[in-house]
């Protein structure tokens, strides 16, 4: 066993979990309720988000598939862009090319120095560009609002679609006080691009987000968000006792906990919908 241990630890780190869910759809995990999906078609495979970038990623997906991988990042937050330098080229929404390799924490710069191709170049994917699998045909739509280059990936055989941090379980984080100049307008986009993804509601039958959970039922999760962004909006809307939960620390501030850096923050929530929010200036 110890042998096992070591031998699978130079291969991966003993890092990456991985299932399937749907027949040629994998979900890899690496403990952080992070989860990047991995649709083999049939000329092509797609790697959507990459974590954190701990290990090696790329050979847990060369386990499930031989095809060429393209790498699509649903925004350029470090935890979806991680892994991307595994591979020479990831693409993404406009704006994540701005901070995809933008890592949080020291260790992650390390991470990132370790992979073949650190300086992996960057390619855009614009709303309504279309990638054929052979047989399957993702679609991309821009969804920005948790992240100015996030988009939504539909795939039109499978009747998935991929989130990101837009619309996630747990919780949907704003970065952003309500007092900051961007703050409504982000809530005004959201709540728009909840209205478009519904507005193609027949053309899929499942979300499935980046962090927390998947398989989502969209009437009901995109119309609670819709309802939610309304409330914020008009001042109606109730916050929680506190932001626990979901990974998610009590107090975000007191715990050390990365998102301290963002200062105390507030849920609200709406149904299956929640929002979390700054709620004071440093
Ligand atoms: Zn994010």
Redesign the pocket.
């Known amino acids: 066993m110890t042998h096992m241990r070591e031998e699978n630890k130079t291969i991966h780190g003993l890092l990456y979990g991985s299932w399937m869910i749907r027949p040629n759809l994998w979900v890899l995990s690496n403990g952080w309720q992070n989860f990047q999906y991995l649709f083999v078609g049939e000329r092509q495979a797609v790697l959507i988000d990459t974590g954190y970038g701990e290990g090696n990623i790329r050979a847990v997906v060369e386990e499930k598939t031989k095809l060429p991988v393209m790498v699509i990042n649903t925004?350029g937050?470090f935890?979806?862009t991680g892994g991307n330098g595994c591979w020479p080229k990831a693409w993404m929404g406009e704006a994540a090319q701005l901070d995809c390799k933008q890592w949080f924490e020291p260790i992650h710069e390390q991470w990132i120095a370790q992979k073949p191709y650190p300086n992996y170049e960057t390619g855009v994917l614009a709303d309504g560009t279309r990638i054929d699998l052979g047989n399957e045909v993702l679609e991309i739509l821009s969804i920005p609002a948790?992240?100015d280059g996030s988009i939504a990936i539909l795939a039109q055989k499978n009747r998935f679609l991929f989130t990101g941090?837009e619309f996630e379980s747990g919780q949907v984080?704003m970065l952003l006080h309500r007092s900051d100049p961007n703050f409504l307008p982000t809530i005004v986009r959201h709540r728009a691009n909840a209205e478009r993804l519904l507005s193609r509601r027949s053309e899929y039958d499942a979300l499935f987000p980046a962090h927390n959970g998947y398989l989502l039922d969209p009437d009901r999760y995109l119309s609670d968000f819709i309802a939610l962004d309304g409330e914020i909006l008009n001042g109606t809307a109730q916050a929680q006792p506190d932001t626990a939960g979901f990974n998610f620390p009590a107090d975000a501030v007191a715990s050390g906990s990365v998102f301290g850096a963002y200062g105390r923050q507030i849920r609200v929530c709406h149904g299956a919908a929640s929002i979390v929010y700054r709620d004071d200036l440093d």
Do not use: G, N, P
Request: aromatic content about 0%; proline content about 0%.
């Open positions: 925004h937050h935890d979806h948790h992240h941090d984080l």
